[in-house]
């Protein structure tokens, strides 16, 4: 049994690394696509928007 694990032991190593990067891509494609169809919903509040603060707090470039 141990011999057979220590054989076997690259393959099973690039293997969990192969699944978790796996699993890591597919939780980040699933955010990321989530917030591009998020960003394409209209946000309409009925008004113009106001500068932001630090807009408002850096002064003008020349």
Known sequence: MRRALF???LGL??????MLSW????????AAYNEHQLGNLPCDNGGPRSPSRLAQRTPPTE
């Open 13 to 18: 190593v690039l293997g969990a690394i192969f």
């Open 23 to 30: 699993l890591a891509q597919s939780i980040t494609g699933v």
């Open 7 to 9: 054989s076997r032991s």
